[in-house]
């Protein structure tokens, strides 16, 4: 499996920004899909966007579309998540995750028990 660490994590005010990193080893990582999820207090972990091995791909759920923005770098085995205009609703622990292969044609939403590798996460805290 791939190990994965996330960095980048912190506390920020209504409307700020933040960008999510997350660092990949052990494996080819050009081979991987990469997701973000995040999980609330009590809440189920959820999908936040997923990228597609080359990076030309992208997906993301409907309440971070416009505002976040998944990136990779394979050179670096890095990918990334900038996140503008946070809202407090957006708080949660964010995961990074890997899933070997191709990102499927016409799959729009993606489970947490599709991924194989996750990172420790970090945290974001938005205050209002």
């Known amino acids: 499996q791939v190990q994965l660490v996330e960095s980048g994590g912190g506390l920020v005010q209504a409307g700020g920004s933040l960008r999510l990193a997350c660092a990949a080893s052990?494996?080819?990582?050009?081979?991987?899909?990469m997701g973000w999820f995040r999980q609330a207090p009590g809440k189920d972990r959820e999908f936040v966007s997923v990228?597609?091995?080359?990076?030309?791909?992208?997906l993301y759920a409907d309440s971070v579309k416009g505002r976040f923005a998944i990136s990779r770098d394979n050179a670096k085995n890095t990918v990334y998540l900038q996140m503008n205009s946070l809202k407090p609703e957006d708080t949660a622990v964010y995961y990074c995750?890997?899933?070997?292969?191709?990102?499927?044609?016409?799959?729009?939403?993606?489970?947490?028990?599709?991924?194989?590798?996750w990172g420790q996460g970090t945290q974001v805290t938005v205050s209002s």
């Open positions: 052990g494996r080819t990582f050009s081979n991987y899909i």
């Open positions: 995750a890997a899933k070997y292969g191709p990102l499927i044609a016409g799959i729009r939403h993606y489970t947490a028990s599709d991924f194989g590798s």
């Open positions: 990228i597609s091995r080359s990076g030309g791909n992208t």
